[in-house]
Every structure is written in structure tokens, then in C-alpha cells.
Nanobody
């Protein structure tokens, strides 16, 4: 049933790194922009990063601040979110998302997104 499958979350010490993965079926991966949102307790969802099949990218620099990078591997139908220098504010459920709109529009987070994964929990301990 799930169209997008995330993995890679877990518990990490502050200052550490994690790499999240999201695998999609070909009809999504080859057509849609893909990326990540996150949501923590008591907060609205936050856009994290997105990447198009042509390599266009967008990130939420309000909190990413150069620490995260998004990439894609077409052979594996997978996108990755490399997260470095993690801190407690990064603790959240991270969701893989797919949508037809260009990555730059994701910064506004004002539309419906076509596909959502189940999410993977990231917990950063101090």
C-alpha cells in the first residue's frame, strides 16, 4: 500500500549524523519531485528539502543552515537526506514526500502533496 518507504531514522547523539533513505516505485521516482518534511510534537510540519529528477534542489535554510543535503540515486529509485551536526531541535518524524511541483515551491508549504511515506523517527540526544 505504501508508495514511499523511508528508512534510516534512529537515535543519535547531538553533533552526530544520520542518512535517511526513501525508495519509490518507478512511476513516481521518474516523474515526481521528491523530498522531505518533518513534524515534531506540538509543531506544524516543516519543509526540509526537495529534489527534482533533473537535479534541482531546495532546502529550508531556516534550520538546515548547510547541515543537510539531499541527493538521489536513479538506479536505486532512492533519495537520501544526509543530516550532519544534528541537535535536539532536529528530533522529529521525517516523512518522504512526492509531488509534481518544482522544489522551490515546496518552501512555502502551502499545497497538497501527492504522496507521503509512513515516516521515520529521528531522535537526537544531548
Amino acid at each position: 500500500q505504501a508508495q514511499l518507504v523511508e528508512s534510516g531514522g534512529g537515535l543519535v547523539q547531538a553533533g552526530g549524523s544520520l542518512r535517511l533513505s526513501c525508495t519509490a516505485p518507478e512511476y513516481i521516482f521518474s516523474t515526481y519531485v521528491m523530498g522531505w518534511f518533518r513534524r515534531s510534537q506540538g509543531r506544524e510540519r516543516e519543509f526540509v528539502a526537495a529534489i527534482s529528477r533533473h537535479g534541482g534542489r531546495a532546502t529550508n535554510e531556516d534550520f538546515v543552515k548547510g547541515r543537510f543535503s539531499i541527493t538521489r540515486d536513479s538506479d536505486k529509485r532512492t533519495i537520501y537526506l544526509q543530516m550532519n551536526s544534528l541537535n535536539s531541535e532536529d528530533s522529529a518524524v521525517y516523512y518522504c514526500v512526492a509531488d509534481r511541483r518544482t522544489p522551490s515551491l515546496w518552501r512555502s508549504d502551502n499545497g497538497q502533496y501527492d504522496y507521503w511515506g509512513q515516516g521515520t523517527q529521528v531522535t537526537v540526544s544531548s
